[in-house]
C-alpha cells in the first residue's frame, strides 16, 4: 500500500533552516507528481511546493527564493529545502501524493527564538 513519511522537523530560530525529506513506497514513485502541505496553527493545509515527475517546480509566493523542492527517484524520496525561515513558517509540514490523496502523518516545524 502506499505509504508516505516525513522527517526532518525541528525547531530553529528566525533565520535557520531545515530539509525535509518524504520517503516513499509502495507505489512507483518517479510517474507521479508530490507535494508539500503546511498547516498552520488554526488553519486549514496550504500548498507549499510541488515537483512534477519531469522535475517541473511550483511554489506558493510566500516561499518562493527560500524553498526548494526536488526529489530523488532512485531513492524514491521528496525534499524540501528551507531557508531564510520565518515565524509564520511554522506548522505541520505534510507529504502528499495528489493522485489518490495519500498523505504522511506530518512533521511539526516550530520557527521561534
Known amino acids: 500500500q502506499v505509504q508516505l513519511v516525513e522527517s526532518g522537523g525541528g525547531l530553529v530560530q528566525p533565520g535557520g533552516s531545515l530539509n525535509l525529506s518524504c520517503a516513499a513506497s509502495?507505489?512507483?514513485?518517479?510517474?507521479?507528481?508530490m507535494s508539500w502541505y503546511r498547516q498552520a496553527p488554526g488553519k486549514g493545509r496550504d500548498l507549499v511546493a510541488d515537483i512534477n515527475s519531469d522535475g517541473r517546480t511550483n511554489y506558493a509566493d510566500s516561499v518562493k527564493g527560500r524553498f526548494t523542492i526536488s526529489r530523488d527517484n532512485a531513492k524514491n524520496r521528496v525534499f524540501l529545502q528551507m531557508n531564510s525561515l520565518k515565524p509564520e513558517d511554522t506548522g505541520v509540514y505534510y507529504c502528499?501524493?495528489?493522485?489518490?490523496?495519500?498523505w504522511g502523518q506530518g512533521t511539526q516545524d516550530t520557527v521561534s527564538s
Open positions: 502528499q501524493r495528489e493522485i489518490g490523496n495519500y
Open positions: 509502495g507505489f512507483t514513485f518517479a510517474w507521479y507528481k
